[in-house]
């Protein structure tokens, strides 16, 4: 009984998770400018935070599927949020750029483990009826990221230092862990990942395109979002309250196109579910890229590249599960491993383009990813009309 009571509230404990993970990967982004001033470094090198962060993770994601698949699924989780935890906390004392560096790597190889797990978790939860909504839901954790967490982060980093905003995600962590460990139900183990499960990967065209959709789409993003506060700094003279506004109607929107995504795709499919959100990524990035230099246009494309970017991988996330439920636990995890190479290429772009005062060309850069990625989820449409991946 008790197991069945904590079960209920599983996939938020599982979302909460997901919030963290989310706030630990992109806090740099909240925050470049106090970064680079408090350790004395550019922006630019302080945006290597997030690419040498994203090559962990990309790393680390695969990899530690296939060394933790047979780990209980509470432990697996509550342990890699409590090293979230400590290593946001950790940060906060973190002397110099360096030392901030090396916590970082240490912390994210572990984060790496969250994100899959947690959407490999939530199909041993619920019923195969409800699996892409909830999957879907758990993925709000990341909007809420985005929508409250980097708002946060940018105000509290330029009114009390970078320092205080990584102890507010140590401190969130600290909550997130209980909750997992309270809600989760104990005795949860999926199926090992093995080598003979990557080389069927390997062989599904299908699961491979999805996965290069991914890498497009996250690579178009943040060759943009690593630089979105500096950017709209230099672009239209924007301060710390203009930019946390704009973070705050990104992640508001993220989270609105979440919950948009989990009501309607048991209905329509991932796959129609998934190319809708896609041209809303691609439209509000092209909003970005064409109004650069003038607030208002940038904040509105903004506000509906919001819309897509969470739900275009949460929906991910459901194709690749439906595309092939036995290998599921190795292309959710692949999935996750991409989603952060595309973070890695796209930041390094972007840093180039910054370092070069190209300002205007980033947005456009952006653009032709999205681009090819849109291509790419119209060449995976389903075969039959009654397919649903």
């Known amino acids: 009984m008790e197991n069945a009571r904590a079960g209920r509230f599983a996939p938020t404990a599982l979302m909460l998770g997901n919030l963290v993970t989310g706030c630990s990967v992109l806090a740099p982004a909240g925050m470049l400018p106090e970064l680079a001033s408090g350790l004395d470094v550019s922006i630019h090198a302080a945006g290597l935070l997030i690419t040498f962060g994203a090559i962990t993770l990309c790393i680390g994601s695969p990899l530690t599927a296939w060394l933790t698949g047979r780990i209980e699924r509470r432990t697996l989780l509550t342990t890699t949020l409590a090293v979230l935890a400590l290593g946001n ?29 947690a959407a490999g978790t939530a199909a041993l939860i619920v019923p195969v009826e409800r699996r892409g909504s909830t999957i879907a839901y758990i993925f709000l954790g990341w909007s809420l ?13 330029s ?56 890498m497009l789409q996250m690579s178009g993003q943040f060759v943009v979002f690593t630089f979105m506060g500096p950017l709209l700094n230099k672009l239209t ?36 579910t998934s190319l809708l959100f896609t041209c809303l990524l691609l439209t509000g990035i092209a909003g970005w890229a064409l109004g650069a230099g003038t607030l208002g246009f940038m904040t509105a494309g903004v506000s509906i590249w919001g819309l897509g970017f969470a739900s275009t991988n949460s929906m991910q996330q459901v194709r690749l599960v439906a595309a092939a439920p036995p290998l599921a636990s190795a292309t959710v995890a692949l999935n996750t491993s991409v989603l952060y190479i595309g973070q890695a290429v796209g930041s390094a772009i972007g840093g180039v383009l910054f370092a070069r005062e190209l300002l205007h060309t980033l947005g456009f850069v952006a653009v032709g990813f999205v681009m090819l990625a849109l291509i790419l989820v119209v060449l995976t449409r389903p075969r039959r009309a009654a397919a649903t991946a």
């Open 89 to 117: 906390l950790a940060s906060a004392f973190a002397p110099d750029y360096t030392s901030l560096l090396a916590i970082r790597l240490v912390m994210l190889a572990v984060g790496a483990l969250y994100t899959p797990q």
């Open 237 to 272: 003279g924007a301060g710390p309250d203009a930019i946390g506004t704009a973070f705050a109607l990104y992640g508001v929107c993220g989270f609105l196109g979440v919950v948009i995504a989990t009501r309607i795709v048991d209905s329509w499919g991932p796959y129609r």
């Open 159 to 214: 009114r009390y230092g970078w320092r205080a905003a990584y102890g507010e995600i140590g401190l969130l962590g600290c909550v997130s862990f209980l909750l997992l460990l309270l809600r989760l139900p104990a005795g949860l183990k999926g199926a090992p990942v093995d080598l003979k499960t990557w080389r069927e990967v390997g062989r599904n065209t299908t699961i491979l395109l999805l996965l290069a959709v991914t």
């Open 145 to 157: 990221a985005a929508a409250v967490g980097l708002p946060l982060i940018t105000f509290i980093a």
